[in-house]
């Protein structure tokens, strides 16, 4: 296996064992490294090994030295001639740096997801990346120009990575290493006020109050030598001296808000619009609540509004939010306010069980949240007003950048936006996007050729930046011969920006190789919004080493782009282009089965490991060229849950649309259960009624019933009681009619559920005998364990505790039988409510026995309340010390988890005072 590695000095590595490379040979590398995939011609790399000392005989000592670097590579493909040029072609994880990377952002994404356990991992992800550095990149060739970009960029990304790593660490509670990692970034960068911060708040949580008041202090001292006032930090060494901040036994996260940042990232290759960019600060500058950027397809809205966002992100100290609402997606459903809201309240650390069920109430949360805040709102590909009216936010301090290709005059009549349109780029701006990409010094060359090529395409970016990519990709090629090549194409429609780009599109498809081009018309089945390489596999029926170099192919020519590590997009114009490509394509509808086949057996595979417990759903097998991935643990499942979750949403339309009904009832009882657990209680109901609607096509009245039961439970999320109860008496009829007596009891004990959330206990208890009845009939062991349980439950809410205490028992004795842990911490739960009236000792011993078990699943909300209650009742039998003991456990999980009982816990500690 090969590995190279620039963290350090510059190293490669042939199945474990170093080889040696020459000085030159490591300049060498280095420069294909800095230029991943571009083939570099041979003069340009003389220029950057030899400059001004070149001999003669340069370019046959390069020949030699790439001989030698093909030989240490140990592949004849890693290190490709093109023409007179090289190509490095080796897989990204086998640079360090690209891992390093990677593993940053999975990192990062899985600390933002808002669970411990998985923050717990990005904590240890960001920790592994770390590892890789083993002293300053590149540092055998550091000080050559054409690694300093790179050096600067990596170094930068090793400095986000230590804050972020420290900020997971003390989010965690884990301060003392939070304070290891922040003492060295300090030494690395001194005047960096915000690391000093973070530094001085973690010595404060591990009680070292002097040394995080000197770190204030010298902070402050080195600023004001550079004439640098840093208000914050003086601020924070006061609180610190005055003993002021947040009790260092609760998170500091925790008692404060969220900053998100969304942004994608900054957009090296965005050029020109100088004029517009000004405009448009001037706007924000002025106090203007809401910027609409409009333009036609094509014309670069989302790069010019993402540098918009990062040029006047430091007037936003509170965070930025960024969504794309899917307004213009032509095989996709546009995003709903309801969507986007939902995932701003995650992103601005609401736990699942705070957000509210309606969507008025969730944006008013939303707008609570941002109120005396300052905070930039981007929402990219907007189709009309009602799509963005819910998301504005309203508070004086911040701003909204709304981004779509109509003028939408209600939000500039309504909202008070004010519109900035783009048109197209002028000559000398369209010859700058080229030379971003292939250099000045080849467009020099050739000015007429540009000039061609930039009348073909119209000045429009998009058709100018795929010219781009082909002409980068091909550095063999003159700028003349491809400006022939557009010579005689159909053209554009109009010089207006609504030009017809298939010419270009088709222009650049005709260069691909089979492979390649094959994937792209089958992209356009794929459900969107975006693909990983295992979601392309199963589109193409290829393994994934396979169709990995057809999706770098794809990029390389700029028809898709790798948004973040590993996932990929195309525009939405590419995408209604993908779809007339392959429209008549014969081998479509089984590219569409294939990759509904990957999100269907894969979403089985991460539910199982969700909800091990629950009775397993068959399905047939995956179609040949599938394979679904496999997760190691939990973590790995939710985390994939959550980076899926828009497409699998999507892909319930696309089984509808395709009359693959079989797929559709079965993925929305997969998706069912983590959006259940994350609360997306919404498309919860979106997905139970598409299932419901694809099993009474597909005639399957077992499978309508169950997704009748499943939009059932959505809606008493949602506490819209009358739907819950209309579902579920259809899901009860069915099941009769099937002679389901399983079924039945499930949905006997979920209408007892209903009940007891209206208050009805008396109701509850009697559906819940029904369903032990059934399970017994039905000899479902788990069933009737966890029913008795219900049973004995309402025992208890009506007073007969020693009936509940019967059921309870005897529900415990079947769960610890099944080995069903999380069945039994409910059980032990239920014992200690009701033995709280009849033997205190007795109940302290069961919510000790729950607490146990809910520690052991990680399941910190329940931890959280049954700590309360066993404190409750240590403060009962007048055990002060340990109830204050329970409750201060209790109070810090609760507020961790934002839980409205934290007041409650609070009260109680000031009470027992």
């Known amino acids: 296996m090969l590995r190279i590695n620039v963290l350090g000095p510059v190293q490669v590595e042939r ?49 030699s ?8 590579l140990g592949a004849e493909r890693a290190l490709i001639t093109v023409g007179t040029a090289y190509r490095l072609d080796v897989p990204p994880d086998a640079v360090d740096a690209y891992r390093f990377e990677r593993w940053c952002a999975d990192g990062r994404r899985l600390v933002a997801a808002g669970e411990p356990d998985l923050a717990e991992r990005g904590a240890a992800l960001l920790a592994d990346a770390l590892a890789l550095w083993r002293g300053p990149a590149f540092a055998d060739v550091a000080d050559r120009p054409f690694v300093l970009p790179t050096v600067a960029r990596l170094d930068a990304a090793r400095r986000a990575a230590r804050r972020d790593h420290a900020a997971a660490l003390s989010a965690l ?52 030598e550079r004439g640098l006032d840093a208000p914050e930090l003086e601020e924070l060494q006061r609180d610190i001296l005055h003993r002021r901040l947040p009790s260092p036994r609760r998170s500091a996260d925790s008692a404060k808000p969220v900053r998100p940042c969304l942004l994608p990232p900054d957009p090296p290759q965005f050029v020109g619009r100088a004029a517009e960019l000004r405009a448009a600060r001037r706007l924000l500058a002025d106090g203007t609540a809401t910027v609409l950027v409009s333009g036609a397809a094509g014309v670069g809205k989302t790069l010019f509004a993402t540098r918009l966002a990062h ?48 969507l008025d109430a969730q944006v008013g949360l939303y707008r609570s949240l941002l109120a005396d805040r300052r905070v930039l709102v981007v929402l990219d590909n907007v189709r009309d007003a009602e799509q963005a009216r819910p998301l504005l936010p309203g508070a004086p301090g911040c701003a909204t950048v709304v981004v779509s290709r109509n003028q939408l005059p209600g939000l500039v009549v309504a909202e008070g936006a004010r519109p900035l349109r783009l048109d197209l780029l002028d000559e000398g701006e369209s010859r700058d996007l080229i030379a971003r990409r292939v250099g000045a ?84 089945a794929h459900p969107g919004p975006d693909l990983t390489v295992a979601a392309a596999a199963a589109l193409a029926g290829t393994p994934a080493d396979q169709v990995r ?58 539910d199982a490991l969700l909800w091990p417990h629950r009775d397993p759903l068959s399905a047939p097998p995956p179609a040949e060229g599938v394979t679904p991935q496999v997760f190691a643990d939990r ?14 949403l999507a892909g319930l339309e696309q089984a509808a649309r395709a009359g693959l009904d079989g797929h559709g009832w079965r993925l929305a009882w997969a998706v069912t259960n983590f959006l259940a657990r994350r609360g997306h209680w919404s498309d ?82 009697r559906h819940d005998q029904r369903a032990l009845e059934l399970f017994r009939r039905a000899g479902h062991e788990r069933g009737e364990a966890n029913t008795l349980n219900s049973v004995g439950w309402c025992h208890a809410l009506l007073g007969d505790h020693e009936q509940a205490i019967i059921h309870c028992r005897r529900s415990l004795a079947l769960l610890e039988r099944l080995g069903d842990p999380v069945g039994m911490a409910g059980a032990w739960d239920s014992l200690g409510y009701a033995y709280r009236h009849l033997d205190l000792r007795a109940a302290i011993a069961c919510y000790r026995q729950a607490l146990t078990l809910y520690r052991q699943l990680g399941d910190r909300l329940n931890e959280g309340l049954t700590l309360r209650h066993l404190g409750e009742t240590e403060h009962a039998v007048g055990d002060v010390d340990a109830a204050r003991r329970s409750w201060r456990q209790a109070l810090d999980i609760l507020t961790e988890v934002e839980h409205p009982d934290a007041e409650r816990v609070r009260a109680l500690l000031d009470t027992a005072a």
């Open 15 to 63: 199945d474990d064992r170093p080889v040696r490379l020459g000085p030159k040979q490591v300049e060498l590398l280095a420069i294909l490294l800095v230029e991943p995939g571009a083939a570099i011609p041979a003069t340009r790399i003389v220029d950057l090994m030899w400059g001004d000392e070149r001999s003669p005989g340069a370019r046959a000592t390069l020949r």
């Open 684 to 765: 919860w109901v979106r997905a139970g009624l598409a299932g419901v609607a694809a099993a009474a096509r597909n005639g399957d009245r077992a499978a309508e019933a169950e997704a009748h039961r499943i939009v059932g439970g959505a809606y008493v999320r949602l506490r819209e009681f009358d739907e819950a109860r209309g579902h579920y008496r259809q899901a009860l009829d069915l099941f009769a009619g099937l002679g389901d007596p399983v079924g039945e009891g499930f949905t006997c004990r979920s209408l007892g559920w209903l009940c007891e959330q209206e208050g009805d206990v008396g109701a509850a208890l």
């Open 549 to 606: 170099p057809a999706l770098r192919d794809l990029a390389a020519a700029h028809l898709v782009v790798e948004h973040t590590p590993g996932r990929y997009a195309l525009h939405d114009l590419l995408r209604a282009y993908a779809d007339e490509l392959g429209r008549d394509d014969g081998e479509r509808p089984a590219a569409v089965r294939r990759v509904l086949d990957h999100y269907l057996h894969t979403a089985l595979a991460a």
């Open 635 to 648: 973590d790995d499942a939710l985390a994939w849950f959550t980076a899926e979750h828009a497409v699998l």
């Open 65 to 72: 030295h790439v001989s030698h670097l093909r030989q240490a």
């Open 441 to 524: 010094a080849r467009l020099a060359g050739e000015p007429a050729a540009v000039a061609r090529i930039v009348e073909s395409c119209g000045r429009l970016p998009l058709a100018l930046a795929i010219v781009a990519a082909r002409a980068a990709t091909h550095p063999e090629f003159t700028l003349d011969a491809l400006a022939g090549e557009l010579r005689g194409l159909d053209g554009f429609a109009g010089g207006d920006g609504s030009a017809d780009v298939r010419a270009v599109f088709s222009w650049s498809y005709r260069s691909l190789g089979p492979p390649a081009a094959r994937l792209f018309r089958l992209l356009a």
């Open 173 to 224: 509670g884990r301060h003392a290493e939070a304070v290891a990692q922040l003492a060295g970034a300090v030494v690395d960068d001194p005047y960096d006020e915000g690391v000093r911060r973070m530094l001085a708040v973690a010595l404060y949580a591990e009680r070292r109050v002097d040394e995080a008041a000197e770190v204030c202090r010298d902070g402050l001292v080195l600023l004001r």
């Open 311 to 358: 040029t006047v992100r430091d007037d936003f100290p509170h965070g930025q939010l960024y969504v794309t609402m899917r307004g213009f997606d032509p095989t996709g459903v546009p995003m709903t306010a309801g969507e986007a809201v939902r995932g701003f309240l995650d992103a601005l650390g609401v736990p699942p069980e705070r957000v509210p069920a309606t």
